[in-house]
Nanobody, 127 residues
Framework: QVQLVESGGGSVQAGGSLRLSCAASGFSSNNYCLGWFRQAPGKEREGVAVIYTGGGSTYYADSVKGRFTISRDNAKNTLYLQMNSLKPEDSAMYYC????????????????????WGQGTQVTVSS
């Protein structure tokens, strides 16, 4: 059974940085989409960044391009999200999610494709 456990959230001032981690376990195949999603109060959950384990392709939301970087450490089975130049509008609950996929293009599809989710970690950016 796939398990995802996020950590690394917290409070930071605008312009600051945070690194989120997601410890992943229980995968039965090699090819997955692993991603970070976020949800602010009163808003829909949205994709932030995803990576395809089959080849390393990455996808980013336009709002975070150039500021956030998704990466993974295969040896540690850990997914990361390095967040720089944080803005107050980045404040949200951040979730790690995964889905098995044959092709990297599957990763940029709708959220409902992702069937494994972590419990979330809160990020708060103050102005």
């Amino acid at each position: 059974q796939v398990q995802l456990v996020e950590s690394g959230g917290g409070s930071v001032q605008a312009g600051g940085s945070l690194r989120l981690s997601c410890a992943a376990s229980g995968f039965s195949s090699n090819n997955y989409c692993l991603g970070w999603f976020r949800q602010a109060p009163g808003k829909e959950r949205e994709g932030v960044a995803v990576i395809y384990t089959g080849g390393g392709s990455t996808y980013y939301a336009d709002s975070v391009k150039g500021r956030f970087t998704i990466s993974r450490d295969n040896a540690k089975n850990t997914l990361y999200l390095q967040m720089n130049s944080l803005k107050p509008e980045d404040s949200a609950m951040y979730y790690c999610a995964a889905v098995g996929a044959k092709y990297n293009t599957y990763c940029s599809g709708p959220l409902y494709r992702y069937n494994y989710w972590g419990q979330g970690t809160q990020v708060t950016v103050s102005s």
